[in-house]
């Protein structure tokens, strides 16, 4: 008997979830309009509160792969909302992150390989049309920026005047279409160049060795006594270990090279010779897991955050192969994906680590 009254109550359970589901249209049109409202009228950067933040909006290379998109890292402090790099899938993950891409202040370009400028211009053309701001964003960096931004402002030029045409200079004003490039002089070794100074956020520019593209940098971002450095595309660099002394996160690339030798070597095996060669040549221009690890150790940084995770890690067991022998030097790091994010609050020495879910 007991186990009849059982049955009946899975085959109404069934049944009741069967009816939500087919009903599942109805059911969230009474709920959505609020939904809505919600969602437009938040903004994620207020719930951080007062400290440094960096999140992944990209925490790849050039390659595809499943969990991690073109390099760029999301730095909020101060209630702004900067990028350096803007990869593939770069503006779209800001919003999976929670955050709005027409909070974007600015752009930090560190040198000008495709895969950290390839998601520029819908960056731009996003924070311009939810936006409400009256100049084009700042798009700041070495010698060199001034002609990636023009090239995208040109290449955007008619998607600019079809918006203004369709939603008005009220919303889509020519003003604020597009990008200003600011360019700076590449800092010599040893020392930084401030390149910006404003509401408590200090950003320096850092000279590292990417050859033979040059230029190539760095960015050290301080706040309000917390501090973040980014690599970008560097060998080891002992520019990068000075900067990086007791800083509270380094976000540093790093390719695995003994993956990239058996790609080159399967690449070769397979007649596919132009493959086979650019898997061998990237080997030259890039930090291992362990070297980056080691400038972590030696500068004595609080975390170590791997980004520009190169090549993609989609087979399980291959972040074994490439985190190999990086547990031996340094035992404070994240392997990043979409969506980490590090919250280092003032006032404190906290390093928070969230993953933040991203739906590709
Ligand atoms: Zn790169
Ligand atoms: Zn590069």
């Given at each position: 008997?007991?186990?009849?009254?059982?049955?009946?109550?899975?085959?109404?359970?069934?049944?009741?979830?069967?009816?939500?589901?087919?009903?599942?249209?109805?059911?969230?049109?009474?709920?959505?309009?609020?939904?809505?409202?919600?969602?437009?009228?938040?903004?994620?950067?207020?719930?951080?509160?007062?400290?440094?933040?960096?999140?992944?909006?990209?925490?790849?290379?050039?390659?595809?792969?499943?969990?991690?998109?073109?390099?760029?890292?999301?730095?909020?402090?101060?209630?702004?909302?900067?990028?350096?790099?803007?990869?593939?899938?770069?503006?779209?993950?800001?919003?999976?992150?929670g955050l709005r891409t027409?909070?974007?202040?600015g752009v930090f370009l560190?040198?000008?390989?495709?895969?950290?400028?390839?998601?520029?211009?819908?960056?731009?053309?996003?924070?311009?049309?939810?936006?409400?701001?009256?100049?084009?964003?700042?798009?700041?960096g070495p010698k060199g920026?001034?002609?990636?931004?023009?090239?995208?402002?040109?290449?955007?030029?008619?998607?600019?005047?079809?918006?203004?045409?369709?939603?008005?200079?009220?919303?889509?004003?020519?003003?604020?279409?597009?990008?200003?490039?600011?360019?700076?002089?590449?800092?010599?070794?040893?020392?930084?160049?401030?390149?910006?100074?404003?509401?408590?956020?200090?950003?320096?520019?850092?000279?590292?060795?990417?050859?033979?593209?040059?230029?190539?940098?760095?960015?050290?971002?301080?706040?309000?006594?917390?501090?973040?450095?980014?690599?970008?595309?560097?060998?080891?660099?002992?520019?990068?270990?000075?900067?990086?002394?007791?800083?509270?996160?380094?976000?540093?690339?790093?390719?695995?090279?003994?993956?990239?030798?058996?790609?080159?070597?399967?690449?070769?095996?397979?007649?596919?010779?132009?493959?086979?060669?650019?898997?061998?040549?990237?080997?030259?221009?890039?930090?291992?897991?362990?070297?980056?690890?080691?400038?972590?150790?030696?500068?004595?940084?609080?975390?170590?955050?791997?980004?520009?995770?190169?090549?993609?890690?989609?087979?399980?067991?291959?972040?074994?192969?490439?985190?190999?022998?990086?547990?031996?030097?340094?035992?404070?790091?994240?392997?990043?994906?979409?969506?980490?994010?590090?919250?280092?609050?003032?006032?404190?020495?906290?390093?928070?680590?969230?993953?933040?879910?991203?739906?590709?």
């Amino acid at each position: 008997m007991a186990l009849k009254k059982r049955y009946v109550i899975v085959i109404l359970l069934i049944a009741l979830i069967s009816i939500s589901y087919s009903q599942r249209g109805a059911i969230l049109l009474t709920v959505l309009p609020n939904a809505l409202t919600s969602l437009m009228s938040t903004n994620g950067i207020d719930d951080l509160g007062d400290g440094l933040h960096v999140g992944l909006c990209g925490a790849g290379g050039p390659m595809p792969s499943g969990n991690r998109s073109g390099p760029c890292v999301a730095v909020i402090a101060g209630g702004k909302l900067f990028l350096v790099d803007t990869g593939t899938n770069g503006a779209r993950n800001i919003n999976r992150m929670g955050l709005r891409t027409d909070a974007v202040e600015g752009v930090f370009l560190t040198h000008f390989h495709s895969d950290h400028i390839d998601g520029l211009g819908e960056t731009a053309m996003l924070r311009w049309m939810g936006g409400n701001y009256t100049e084009p964003m700042p798009v700041y960096g070495p010698k060199g920026v001034a002609e990636v931004v023009d090239g995208f402002n040109q290449a955007y030029s008619s998607d600019a005047i079809y918006r203004t045409a369709h939603h008005g200079s009220a919303v889509a004003s020519p003003a604020s279409s597009g990008m200003t490039a600011v360019t700076f002089e590449i800092p010599q070794d040893n020392t930084s160049l401030m390149i910006y100074d404003k509401d408590d956020l200090n950003v320096e520019m850092i000279r590292v060795d990417h050859a033979p593209i040059a230029p190539a940098v760095a960015y050290l971002f301080t706040y309000k006594g917390r501090t973040a450095l980014v690599s970008g595309d560097t060998i080891k660099s002992s520019n990068i270990e000075k900067f990086s002394q007791g800083i509270d996160l380094l976000v540093h690339e790093a390719l695995s090279p003994q993956l990239l030798q058996m790609m080159s070597t399967g690449a070769e095996n397979a007649n596919a010779v132009s493959r086979a060669k650019i898997f061998h040549d990237v080997l030259d221009y890039h930090t291992s897991p362990v070297e980056a690890a080691e400038i972590a150790r030696d500068a004595n940084v609080g975390h170590l955050l791997y980004y520009h995770v190169v090549p993609p890690l989609d087979v399980p067991g291959m972040d074994a192969i490439w985190l190999d022998g990086v547990n031996d030097v340094f035992s404070s790091y994240t392997l990043g994906q979409d969506g980490t994010l590090f919250t280092l609050p003032i006032n404190s020495n906290k390093i928070v680590r969230v993953q933040l879910k991203i739906e590709n």
